[in-house]
């Protein structure tokens, strides 16, 4: 099979890589993360006028450039490698692919914002006891007049304090793990109006999310997106690729986790020479190369197959998430363990890129779930 990339898309990768290594001072990410606004705004807009990336997996009608999961795979693997704070999965993979899921007026008018880097969107789907199952909605929405009055409580929603606009799902209808029966809302993001409660907090790898409790929050009818009930084809299809997106950033994370550590132990010396020449050390490093490609061929795999069927799509998607959550605990664990105690301060890349990993890990759904996924996939073939 063939993997090379078409001239555009060697294009966009090489453009790309060459504005993150040029303008993406991971110091900076990283103070910004910590100690400041959680993102950098001025990066959000260079990716939009500069570089056009939230655009480009977009439909052009919107703004977009119509790209499909190849430019995705590039894009996400580029933010990955340089670790990139920003909320581009968020935003323009899994609100982007709901909002395109759904269709409607308001849905394209803010895929327009995305596009250009005017919205930041956060997607309310988790809640306290649904465990990575997007199907199980306890939250519910019923119609009261002209408003829908929405109460329930969602958790660890990433990027929602530094978001414009919230989606957030709810049931209208069936019973709390059915896949019918699902609503889609949309919100402009304040977290002071009446009924919403935000608990914000910062995740292991330093990223922003809240929590947040509905309390019989009014939205006015046209915050329903689609058609009541059913919002299930379009999560379920959105989750898929933005688990991919993933997997596909996971994989830059690990090339340059990879790349450092070998650096690292050509340049440490132990007994008069670098730990590199002892041969443990050695073997270590192959085998972290080897579960490297590993996860490079999973991502290909998932990406590959983000058009087929729903049947065959998940599967792909969920052998994907399972290969690439071991490899990441493998590989960060082995990287932080060959740098010794610098490996888990600040001042190295590897322990902020080893955080990124171990969310990774468990975003989308735990190795666990998705490997119990795949085995009842294989099943009903």
Request: aromatic share 6%; charged share 20%; proline share 3%.
């Amino acid at each position: 099979m063939d993997f090379s990339f078409t001239d555009e898309q060697e294009l966009l990768r090489a453009t790309v890589g060459k504005f993150l290594a040029e303008r993406y001072d991971l110091e900076k990410s990283r103070a910004a993360a910590k100690t400041g606004a959680g993102w950098q705004p001025h990066i959000w807009r260079a990716f939009a006028e500069d570089l056009g990336i939230l655009g480009a997996t977009l439909p052009e009608n919107v703004g977009g450039l119509g790209g499909g999961p190849v430019e995705l795979m590039i894009i996400t693997e580029a933010l990955g490698h340089a670790l990139v704070i920003e909320p581009f999965v968020e935003t323009v993979v899994l609100a982007g692919g709901l909002l395109q899921g759904v269709g409607g007026p308001r849905a394209e008018q803010l895929l327009e914002r995305i596009a250009s880097g005017q919205a930041v969107v956060a997607v309310a789907a988790e809640e306290p006891t649904s465990a990575g199952t997007w199907h199980d909605v306890a939250t519910t929405a019923r119609c009261d007049g002209d408003h829908w009055v929405l109460d329930g409580a969602k958790v660890a929603v990433s990027s929602a304090p530094i978001a414009t606009h919230l989606l957030v799902t709810a049931r209208t209808s069936g019973a709390q793990r059915d896949t019918s029966g699902i609503s889609l809302f949309l919100l402009e993001f304040d977290a002071t109006a009446p009924g919403l409660g935000v608990e914000s907090l910062r995740t292991i790898d330093d990223r922003r999310a809240a929590d947040l409790v509905l309390d019989g929050l009014r939205l006015p009818a046209e915050a329903l997106l689609g058609t009541a009930d059913q919002a299930w084809p379009a999560l379920e299809h959105t989750i898929d690729v933005a688990t991919a997106a993933i997997v596909s950033e996971a994989v830059g994370c690990l090339r340059r986790v990879l790349a450092d550590t070998v650096d690292y132990t050509k340049q440490r010396q132990q007994f008069g020479q670098p730990i590199s020449s002892f041969q443990v050390l050695q073997h270590r490093m192959v085998d972290m190369y080897l579960e490297v490609e590993q996860a490079v061929a999973a991502q290909h795999l998932a990406m590959m197959k983000l058009d087929a069927d729903g049947q065959e799509r998940a599967r792909a998607v969920s052998a994907a998430k399972a290969t690439v959550a071991r490899v990441a605990r493998f590989v960060g664990q082995s990287a932080v363990q060959l740098h010794g105690g610098m490996g888990m301060t600040e001042e190295l890349a590897v322990g902020h890129y080893f955080k990124r990993l171990t969310a990774i890990e468990y975003q989308f759904g735990s190795r666990d779930r998705h490997l119990s996924r795949y085995a009842a996939l294989t099943a009903t073939r």
